[in-house]
T-cell receptor
Framework: EDKVVQSPLSLVVHEGDTVTLNCSYEVTNFRSLLWYKQEKKAPTFLFMLTSSGIEKKSGRLSSILDKKELFSILNITATQTGDSAIYLCASPGATSGTYKYIFGTGTRLKVLA | NAGVMQNPRHLVRRRGQEARLRCSPMKGHSHVYWYRQLPEEGLKFMVYLQKENIIDESGMPKERFSAEFPKEGPSILRIQQVVRGDSAAYFC????????????????FGPGTRLTVL
């Protein structure tokens, strides 16, 4: 059965710290891995990764995929209180013709002032 | 460009009543996905629809739950005879047509409907 596992489940840091969030996956016919940030409402898209070793970057956030070891990391540097959220990792399911996401349980990040 | 819209944002129902959740995809998107998020859990896929077609409903409970995406109007997720265990946040996502006519890997989420069953 396809699965996506995130760690840690929760994390508390202080402003200015750097954090690394982990996502490992077992997905048949893997196509892509996506990261979302969920605050109190809609998950908002951060990155989609399809190729190993190519870092995607957006401001203080960056992410990379390792297709050999089947994992991805999301880095946040110089954290701010506004980064407090649940970070979700997902991969589309393997069944041909369907694009359902398989989500991890998320990492709950809290950044203290 | 309005994003994915869901209504109502909050819905309270008593056990045995029906719940109807609506989702209007982003403009130009013809693929809709419904997910359920139970407290302290990740999002779980329920159903994937294109206009007038259910493509994959493998995550939908066999009884009491149904979904549609008519030619005109929003997608509807219907839960009949709700029970307390149905209390959750229900998220809708949409995507445009991808290569080959299916969806794309990037999905855009609505704000969710929080259903509370008393």
């Amino acid at each position: 059965e396809d699965k996506v596992v995130q760690s840690p489940l929760s994390l508390v840091v202080h402003e200015g710290d750097t954090v690394t969030l982990n996502c490992s996956y077992e997905v048949t016919n893997f196509r892509s891995l996506l990261w979302y940030k969920q605050e109190k409402k809609a998950p908002t898209f951060l990155f989609m990764l399809t190729s190993s070793g190519i870092e995607k970057k957006s401001g203080r956030l960056s992410s990379i995929l390792d297709k050999k070891e089947l994992f991805s990391i999301l880095n946040i540097t110089a954290t701010q209180t506004g980064d407090s959220a649940i970070y979700l990792c997902a991969s589309p399911g393997a069944t041909s013709g369907t694009y359902k996401y398989i989500f991890g349980t998320g990492t709950r990040l809290k950044v203290l002032a | 460009n309005a994003g994915v819209m869901q209504n109502p944002r909050h819905l309270v129902r008593r056990r045995g009543q029906e719940a109807r959740l609506r989702c209007s995809p982003m403009k130009g998107h013809s693929h809709v996905y419904w997910y359920r998020q139970l407290p302290e859990e990740g999002l779980k896929f329920m159903v994937y629809l294109q206009k007038e077609n259910i493509i994959d409903e493998s995550g939908m409970p066999k009884e009491r739950f149904s979904a549609e995406f008519p030619k005109e109007g929003p997608s509807i997720l219907r839960i009949q005879q709700v029970v307390r265990g149905d209390s959750a946040a229900y998220f809708c996502a949409s995507s445009p047509i991808g290569i080959g006519g299916g969806g794309t890997d990037t999905q855009y989420f609505g704000p969710g409907t929080r259903l509370t069953v008393l």
